[in-house]
């Protein structure tokens, strides 16, 4: 009886020792998303005692900085769904972080302004902020944090 034929053997697949990623780090989104993900994950984290997620620090700040801004103004400059921030408002509100005041110009609209516990919440949040900011903003020059501040705008921003 002649004997099976033995398959040829298939060679075992390549291992990776090293992970290429030239072709990704050419990529504007790619190096952007990695830069926002290293500063977010350490942002979150000093966040977390306020109780604050990325996009209410932004909503609390404009608020903060802007009194009596609308919710169609955030949205606008957020680039927020007005569903989104309405349930968002609402919690915040529920905080006792923000309150609707009548519109001085607009009667239809309210605007939105920070508690007295809103302020200082932001007042210490925004303090965090800027030390995260400076900590990782000390591996460039000052003239490198501009310039790289600048560009990324420049990506973003309408022309």
Not at 81 to 91: C, D, F, H, K, S
Not at 117 to 136: P, S, V
Request: hydrophobic share 40%; charged share 25%; net charge positive.
């Amino acid at each position: 009886m002649p004997r099976p034929a033995v398959p040829a053997r298939t060679p075992l697949p390549r291992a990776v020792e090293e992970v290429d990623t030239r072709f990704l780090e050419t990529l504007l989104g790619y190096n952007a998303r990695r830069a926002a993900l290293a500063v977010i994950d350490v942002f979150v984290q000093r966040m977390e005692p306020y109780g604050l997620k990325p996009v209410d620090f932004s909503v609390l700040s404009l608020v903060r900085h802007n009194p009596g801004i609308t919710s169609r103004q955030l949205c606008t400059t957020l680039g927020i769904l007005p569903p989104n921030l309405v349930g968002m408002i609402n919690t915040l509100e529920k905080r006792e972080l923000v309150e609707r005041l009548p519109h001085p110009r607009d009667g239809r609209a309210m605007g939105l302004h920070l508690t007295t516990g809103g302020q200082k919440l932001m007042r210490d949040a925004e303090k965090t902020a800027a030390e995260l900011e400076a900590d990782f903003a000390s591996r460039l020059t000052p003239a490198e944090l501009r310039t790289l501040i600048g560009l990324l705008q420049k990506v973003y921003r309408e022309p």
